[in-house]
């Protein structure tokens, strides 16, 4: 079965420090991923997505991602946080096994940046 | 250009009632999920709709259903309301080419309380 996993409920750091969101995934195939990012009270707001191609995936917000096939791994990275960048973030594989194209999420990792 | 929106923002219920959400997709899009996103977790997938039609379901009771309407938009029905049910619900939109869909946007979602 399809899975994403992350390994961290919190990541804690400091206004203008790089920053990363770990992810793993589980998948027979091609893995399609995304990550999202949700404020309070509010629904999820598409940041990239990998489907193919560079593994060096750019995003909205100054946000990009890092494809690792060897290490089943896709991190979410900042070169310089923001104090408006803490929010909840979510990976999500693609289940095309039942070709729905079903995202299936991660737990999220609450991202605090302090100023 | 309007994104995908979701009524009612807030709804509170008891236990054994009835209640409709609804969702109209980002402009362009054809296909709409649903998700349910219980407090701390991720969302998990209720189901998918494509030209009016269910075309993949999660695992949800059949107290879940759901319609698609010939302008795109959806309806998610809940029958039989557990306090189980109380979560943020939350619609995403996709195109649907060539048998596979696109990134799913979502709206702000509809937080349902049941007492």
């Known amino acids: 079965a399809q899975s994403v996993a992350q390994p961290e409920d919190q990541v804690n750091v400091a206004e203008g420090n790089p920053l990363t969101v770990k992810c793993t995934y589980s998948v027979s195939g091609n893995p399609y991923l995304f990550w999202y990012v949700q404020y309070p009270n509010r629904g999820l707001q598409f940041l990239l997505k990998y489907i193919t191609g560079d593994n060096l995936v750019k995003g909205s917000y100054g946000f990009e991602a890092e494809f690792n096939k060897s290490q089943t791994s896709f991190h979410l990275k900042k070169p310089s946080a923001l104090v408006s960048d803490s929010a909840l973030y979510f990976c999500?594989?693609?289940?095309?096994?039942?070709?729905?194209?079903?995202?299936?999420f991660g737990t999220g990792t609450r991202l605090q940046v302090f100023p | 250009d309007a994104g995908v929106t979701q009524s009612p923002t807030h709804l509170i219920k008891t236990r054994g009632q009835q209640v409709t959400l609804r969702c109209s997709p980002k402009?362009?899009?054809?296909?709409v999920s649903w998700y349910q996103q219980a407090l701390g977790q991720g969302p998990q997938f209720i189901f998918q709709?494509?030209?009016?039609?269910?075309?993949q379901r999660g695992n949800f009771p059949d107290r879940f259903s759901g319609h698609q309407f010939p302008n795109y938009s959806s309806e998610l029905n809940v029958n039989a309301l557990l306090l189980g049910d109380s979560a943020l619900y939350l619609c995403?939109?996709?195109?649907?080419?060539?048998?596979?869909?696109?990134?799913?946007?979502f709206g702000p979602g509809t937080r349902l309380t049941v007492l």
């Open positions: 995403a939109s996709s195109l649907t080419a060539g048998g596979s869909t696109d990134t799913q946007y």
């Open positions: 402009s362009g899009h054809d296909t």
């Open positions: 709709y494509y030209e009016e039609e269910e075309r």
């Open positions: 999500a594989v693609r289940d095309s096994f039942y070709n729905t194209d079903k995202l299936i």
